[in-house]
């Protein structure tokens, strides 16, 4: 397995002139789980389906599990057993299988288990995706949330070394959003590089090594959650309740002293207190905000 799943140097995607995607550069490294964060119109759907080979670029190199997804666009490629390998390995997940409407979710899943040379066991995807119950239901008959499971049940049945999820839990419920979480977490674990989209702050957080933010076409920033825009040393604010019942709030770069130093007035336990850091919703909003 190559050391590096994903190479982007200065990508480029020009819509009516306009640069959707402009200088972009990017590294995955196999095995992790990467999230894009960026503002509506930012250029992460654009750049992901160059990497899945469903757009053309207008600039920059691009190199996908060591293959540049260009060559899928060539005269011929479909019978190409390199690009046909090429795809295989490559995990998309897709919005909506709304010509299958009359089949029920096991015979979609099959069908699908076709297209692959080791495909996994239908049923034990099935499963995977919390569909079990589901299985003998027409598709058309399956709520939002439903459909999209069903949507990573498809883009998972041919286990990919590299899965694309383009805003994977949009429409989940929050205990669905926990369990799809938990399935990427497990798909990770089994060795599968993980690429998604998403606006939830939440999610990057738990579930990616790593985020990077783009705006106006160009990665600004990438870091661990942990990490980006210097969230681990930013100010820490300090709250507490005094005696007199008044809530009083501190920012301190030295948090540690400043609990030390209440609890030496307090004489002990200090009322109502709390230490937080900048969330990671926080710092990517002043992010975005400064690179506006
Ligand atoms: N087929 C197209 N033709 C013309 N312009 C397009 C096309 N697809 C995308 N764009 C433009 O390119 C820019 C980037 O769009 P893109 O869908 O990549 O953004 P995004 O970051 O995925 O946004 P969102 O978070 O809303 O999904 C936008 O300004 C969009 O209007």
Redesign the pocket.
């Known amino acids: 397995m190559e050391a590096t799943a994903i190479e982007v140097n200065g990508l480029r ?1 020009l ?2 002139g ?1 640069a ?2 402009d200088g972009l550069d990017l590294t995955v490294r196999s095995g992790e789980i990467f999230a894009l964060l ?12 160059i990497l899945e080979g469903y757009r053309r670029r207008d600039g920059g190199q691009v190199s996908v599990l060591g293959v540049d997804p260009a060559v899928v666009h060539g005269r011929g490629t479909r019978t190409d057993p390199a690009v046909r390998r090429w795809r295989e390995r490559v995990g998309i997940v897709l919005q909506g299988t709304g010509e299958f409407d009359e089949l029920t979710v096991g015979e979609v899943v099959t069908h699908f288990a076709r297209f692959y040379p080791a495909p996994d066991d239908p049923a034990t995807v099935i499963d995977r995706v919390g569909l079990s119950a589901k299985a003998r239901a027409r598709t058309h008959t399956l709520s939002g949330g439903q459909k999209r499971r069903l949507d990573v049940a498809l883009g998972i049945i041919g286990r990919p070394e590299l899965l694309f999820l ?2 994977p839990t949009t429409g989940f419920d929050p205990e669905a959003r926990r369990e799809f979480w938990a399935l990427i977490r497990d798909l990770a674990r089994g060795g599968t590089t993980i690429v998604l ?1 998403t ?1 939830y702050l939440e999610e990057a957080e738990t579930l990616a090594d790593r985020v990077g933010v ?1 705006t106006a ?1 160009r990665l600004i920033a990438v870091d661990t959650p942990r990490e980006l825009g210097n969230r681990a040393s930013a100010l820490a604010t300090v709250s507490w309740r005094t005696p007199e019942g008044v809530w009083e709030r501190a920012q301190s770069a030295t948090p540690t002293a400043l609990v030390a130093d209440l609890a030496a007035r307090f004489g002990g336990e200090v009322p109502g207190l709390t230490v937080t850091r900048p969330t990671l919703e926080d710092i990517y909003l002043d992010m975005i905000g400064a690179a506006a």
């Open positions: 995607k819509y009516g306009t959707a995607v960026g503002p509506n119109g930012a250029g992460k759907t654009t750049t992901v389906e383009d805003e989209t606006h783009i076409g």
